[in-house]
């Protein structure tokens, strides 16, 4: 969109983030992630600064240490000259609905660091481990020029697959004491890995769950080529069969080329920065795979496309409830619903005839 579309106040403010101020950064990210009043005009002039940066998601059942293993690889990437962006969703607070900031207190320590811009942002009742406008929020600093973006999730175990649509790399977090993380990962986490790291690897059982990891890691393989049914009955090969069709490639043409991504597991201490290079290095390996397989290129494609369909939904939902009548006709239509005269199902018809014309 060209920049005819926006006001002199966000002509100035884009002038300011793009000259690199972080004061406008802070102000671009509010707005974003506030939806507020020309948000999508200042994202459509970001779209061609995107692509940039590399995404990597951080997720895990709570007390993994997500924060401090975070916190650690930012300290790490900013020691090498990059500049990290980090975008932590926290819980929304029941009574404000704002953040809770836990993470941005764990992370206190390199808050003062000027190549890291730390972001909390309040899930919102958000059900997927991120906030509505993460994905948004992300753009925003790709565009503003951040070489790395770390993503971390709420930590809701099971429902935290939103990560997956986010990251460029995924990384899912363990921690020994977690006595059910292995059927978490089956039922979910498992299908959006992209590394698998054990942390807080100096307590007993670590060593324990990292070969439980690596051994529903080979189940699935084997499965692949032998169809046998993996332990508790959880068929992972029909789970990552929905999770390559998700990124727009089956698991046959990821195999075809002998490509793959051999996914690796590993052991971090993160309060003593042990095992954070030997991460990093991997989280590098899996970015150049995804750039050498095309992976990448596909995921981002995917990504775009959720993008304009998480829009599309966003719009149709303004326009049925604030800008038309739908919340009216549903408050005249609750008498008839009550009593059983009229079902959900008619109601919801007769609200997207009236909004259709």
């Known amino acids: 969109m060209a920049s005819g579309n926006l006001n002199e106040t966000q002509r100035q403010l884009l002038s300011d983030f793009?000259?690199?101020?972080?004061?406008?950064?802070?102000?671009?990210?509010?707005?974003?992630?506030?939806?507020?009043?020309?948000?999508?005009?200042?994202?459509?002039?970001?779209?061609?600064?995107?692509?940039?940066?590399?995404?990597?998601?951080?997720?895990?059942?709570?007390?993994?240490?997500?924060?401090?293993?975070?916190?650690?690889?930012?300290?790490?990437?900013?020691?090498?000259g990059e500049t990290i962006a980090i975008v932590a969703v926290d819980p929304s607070s029941p009574f404000t609905g704002g953040a809770l900031l836990g993470d941005r207190i764990r992370m206190n320590d390199i808050a003062l660091d000027k190549g890291i811009f730390i972001r909390s942002m309040a899930s919102r009742g958000s059900l997927g481990g991120l906030a509505t406008t993460t994905k948004e929020v992300a753009d925003v600093f790709d565009a503003f020029g951040f070489d790395r973006i770390l993503i971390e999730t709420v930590g809701v175990g099971q429902s935290e697959l939103d990560i997956a649509a986010t990251a460029d790399t995924t990384v899912v977090v363990l921690v020994p004491e977690s006595g059910d993380s292995i059927q978490a990962m089956k039922a979910g986490l498992m299908e959006i890995s992209d590394l698998f790291v054990v942390n807080k690897a100096d307590r007993p059982g670590a060593?324990?769950?990292?070969?439980?990891?690596?051994?529903?890691?080979?189940?699935?393989?084997?499965?692949?080529?032998?169809?046998?049914?993996?332990?508790?009955?959880?068929?992972?090969?029909?789970?990552?069969?929905?999770a390559a069709?998700?990124?727009?490639?089956?698991?046959?043409?990821?195999?075809?080329?002998?490509?793959?991504?051999?996914?690796?597991?590993?052991?971090?201490?993160?309060?003593?920065?042990?095992?954070?290079?030997?991460?990093?290095?991997?989280?590098?390996?899996?970015?150049?795979?995804?750039?050498?397989?095309?992976?990448?290129?596909?995921?981002?494609?995917?990504?775009?496309?959720?993008?304009?369909?998480?829009?599309?939904?966003?719009?149709?939902?303004?326009?049925?409830?604030?800008?038309?009548?739908?919340?009216?006709?549903?408050?005249?239509?609750?008498?008839?619903?009550?009593?059983?005269?009229?079902?959900?199902?008619?109601?919801?018809?007769?609200i997207v005839r009236a909004v259709s014309g």
């Not at 959880?234 to 069969?241: A, P, Q, S, T």
Request: proline residues 2%; hydrophobic residues 40%.
């Open 18 to 80: 793009r000259a690199g101020k972080r004061l406008a950064l802070s102000r671009v990210v509010s707005i974003v992630e506030d939806e507020r009043t020309g948000f999508q005009e200042i994202l459509d002039e970001l779209h061609a600064s995107l692509g940039k940066a590399h995404r990597i998601g951080l997720t895990g059942p709570p007390g993994a240490g997500k924060s401090t293993l975070t916190a650690a690889l930012a300290r790490a990437f900013s020691a090498r």
């Open 245 to 350: 069709e998700r990124l727009g490639i089956t698991r046959e043409e990821q195999e075809s080329d002998g490509t793959a991504w051999d996914i690796p597991v590993l052991r971090t201490i993160a309060e003593q920065g042990q095992g954070v290079e030997e991460l990093i290095d991997a989280i590098d390996q899996h970015r150049a795979w995804l750039t050498e397989s095309g992976e990448l290129t596909r995921r981002r494609d995917a990504r775009l496309a959720e993008r304009v369909r998480e829009v599309v939904d966003r719009r149709l939902r303004q326009i049925v409830w604030i800008e038309n009548d739908g919340r009216k006709l549903l408050d005249e239509a609750m008498p008839a619903l009550e009593q059983g005269t009229e079902s959900p199902y008619q109601v919801a018809a007769r």
């Open 207 to 242: 060593e324990k769950l990292a070969r439980e990891v690596e051994m529903a890691l080979h189940l699935r393989t084997g499965q692949i080529r032998q169809k046998v049914t993996a332990h508790h009955g959880v068929d992972l090969e029909r789970v990552r069969k929905r």
